[in-house]
């Protein structure tokens, strides 16, 4: 007859924040669990009583459950929610060249405008046309995953198929490029 192992049930703790609904505050908000849990209905069934309480004594709050252990592309989703990544846009911005995830001529300013490195030298003068920032040359997102259960490259994060165009005319361009080309981009 097999050894039986009494395992008690899972220390939990949970906190709650008023603006459950940012990113940030759905990570404060997370319940995690420690110590052993005996079975997924255990956890299950005592994860529902603990959000129903938790409902009635704070409505407006939302309760994010966490258990461990988690698949490594779990972590991966939850970790995508929070944090943004580039897109990796498919485009120049002005002329609509192709720049595809492992182009070196690809430049992007810090809110991601892309534009081909041509057109940044010789038509935008480094000055982003909707910031006024600089560019520097664009990532390239590895094709696939390097470290095992990492769910990291373009295979689970692939980069935007959306077609973005500049939405700024030839002469508001060459006029931002006039003022700020000789302003460096720290002092912009």
Excluded at 108 to 124: D, G, H, R
Excluded at 167 to 181: F, I, P, S
Aim: charged share 25%; with cysteine; hydrophobic share 30%.
């Amino acid at each position: 007859m097999p050894a039986s192992v009494s395992i008690g049930p899972p220390r939990c703790e949970t906190r709650m924040v008023r603006n459950a609904g940012s990113p940030l505050a759905r990570l404060a908000s997370l319940k995690t669990c420690s110590g052993p849990v005996t079975s997924r209905s255990f956890v299950r069934s005592n994860t529902r009583k603990a959000i129903s309480r938790s409902r009635c004594a704070l409505a407006e709050c939302e309760v994010i459950m966490a258990f461990m252990p988690r698949e490594p592309c779990a972590i991966q989703t939850a970790r995508k929610e929070i944090w943004s990544m580039l897109e990796i846009r498919p485009n120049c911005e002005w002329c609509d060249r192709d720049l595809p995830p492992g182009s070196s001529e690809a430049r992007i300013c810090s809110y991601e405008c892309t534009y081909c490195a041509e057109c940044v030298s010789t038509v935008l003068h480094d000055v982003c046309p909707t910031c006024g920032g600089n560019f520097s040359a664009r990532p390239i997102r590895p094709r696939r995953e390097w470290r095992a259960g990492s769910c990291l490259g373009l295979e689970h994060d692939p980069a935007s198929s959306r077609r973005t165009h500049s939405k700024w005319t030839a002469e508001q361009v060459a006029d931002l490029a006039r003022r700020l080309h000789d302003v460096a981009p720290e002092g912009r």
